[in-house]
């Protein structure tokens, strides 16, 4: 599940306040999902992961939250999908960054935001060097949380594991 932090960064970078549609891309337990949907009940969200027990947890929470504005979908990013989106959020690639870059701005309205989370180096590093080929504008910026907690007769933050937050935004070429 994405941290409360995490989530909290993510979503603003997302901007979905006058969006309408939002896109989440693995989204695992639906964490950024349902608090977008919480937090935007106008906002129609689309959930996309390859779990089916991982969807399961996003319905049974929507419906105890008395949310439904959630449609969830079960398959593996690149999809079809016949809709374009104000935002889309990307908290798993499964390997297939590239492809999922490539499909998520085909399916991003003008002026939309694309936001991705990683934990992996190598495929933050991956999607980056996509956005740099294809001449995207992003910005990328890691983030370490620590949690206050005892140890002894002292205390201590402990860390949780550093989340790299990228954000880029679909522009016309000028």
Known sequence: MTKEEIRTIS???????G???FLDVGTGTGSIA????LHYP???VTAIDSNPEA???????QKKLGIDSINCVLGKAPIVLESTFDAIFVGGSGGNIRKILEWALNHLKMDGRLVLNFILI???KE???????????????QVQVGRYQRLGKGHFYKPINPVIIIEA???ENK
Not at 11 to 17: D, E, F, G, S
């Open 11 to 17: 979503l603003a970078k997302l901007n979905l306040k």
């Open 122 to 124: 190598d495929n933050a």
């Open 34 to 37: 349902l608090e977008a949907a």
């Open 19 to 21: 969006a309408k549609t």
């Open 55 to 61: 969807l399961a947890l996003v319905e049974a929470n």
């Open 127 to 141: 999607a980056i060097d996509w956005l740099e080929e294809n001449n995207c504008l992003f910005d990328a910026c």
């Open 42 to 44: 106008k906002l129609q």
């Open 169 to 171: 935004r679909k522009e």
